[in-house]
């Protein structure tokens, strides 16, 4: 006996399987990409874009690798504004990736 009971939002199912890999809700990942100028500064915006979270891992695009090794050291900082913003353990690391 098939438990379906016909179709599903596609949001809920992406929501189901992004929680399956571990990822943060669609909701929380729009609002860390959205309020990425406030949760850093729009000094270090300009050259710093939230791109995706994979697992609980924020990506974050540099231009410059000096970016990254600024976004290694402000890591900690980073991550209390993000769980401010979306909620504790839904993002536990960050790390950048250089433009090429």
């Known amino acids: 006996m098939s438990t379906d009971s016909g179709p599903v939002p596609i ?3 992406l929501e189901q399987l ?5 990822a943060p809700e669609i909701d929380a990942t729009t609002t860390i990409v959205e309020s990425w ?7 270090l915006a300009k050259g710093v ?11 974050v695009r540099v231009d410059d690798p000096a970016w990254a090794s600024q976004i290694a050291w402000l ?11 979306v909620g504790p353990g839904r993002v ?6 250089v433009a090429r």
Do not use: F, K
């Open 37 to 43: 100028p406030e949760i850093v500064g729009p000094e």
């Open 75 to 85: 890591e900690a900082q980073l991550l209390d504004r993000i769980n401010n913003l």
């Open 18 to 22: 992004m929680a399956g890999l571990g």
């Open 49 to 59: 874009v939230a791109v995706a979270v994979r697992g609980q891992e924020l990506i």
């Open 92 to 97: 536990t690391s960050v790390r950048a990736t």
């Open 11 to 13: 949001r809920r199912g």
